[in-house]
């Protein structure tokens, strides 16, 4: 059974950076497309970004991108999440699960996802 685990989010000021790590567990990633969401109170769950297990392309939202970097660790069963320039509209709780791609690039999740990690941005 696929289990993942989220971390790195923390308190940050305005303009500054974290990296979150998903760990996976019971079940290797590497031929799985994952993906990082996040959900803020009182708004809908966001597709941050995602990542294809087979050539590594990367997809963003627009919110993100140029800012925000998806990497991923097959070695480690690990995939990563460096988010720079963070703003206050970044403040989320921030989770990982097997993903999907829509045809206009929208990462959505399905299957098991985290706890996640909770991100503030705040100065």
């Known amino acids: 059974q696929l289990r993942l685990a989220e971390s790195g989010g923390g308190l940050v000021q305005p303009g500054g950076s974290l990296r979150l790590s998903c760990v996976a567990s019971?079940?290797?990633?590497?031929?799985?497309?994952v993906g990082w969401f996040r959900q803020a109170p009182g708004k809908e769950r966001e597709g941050v970004s995602c990542?294809?297990?087979?050539?590594?392309?990367?997809y963003y939202a627009d919110s993100v991108k140029g800012r925000f970097t998806i990497s991923r660790d097959n070695t480690r069963n690990t995939v990563y999440l460096q988010m720079n320039s963070l703003i206050p509209e970044d403040t989320a709780v921030y989770y990982c699960?097997?993903?999907?791609?829509?045809?206009?690039?929208?990462?959505?999740?399905?299957?098991?996802r985290g706890q996640g990690t909770q991100v503030t941005v705040s100065s």
């Open positions: 699960s097997p993903s999907t791609i829509t045809t206009n690039h929208v990462c959505e999740p399905f299957g098991s």
């Open positions: 019971g079940l290797s990633l590497d031929r799985y497309m």
């Open positions: 990542i294809a297990g087979s050539d590594g392309s990367a």
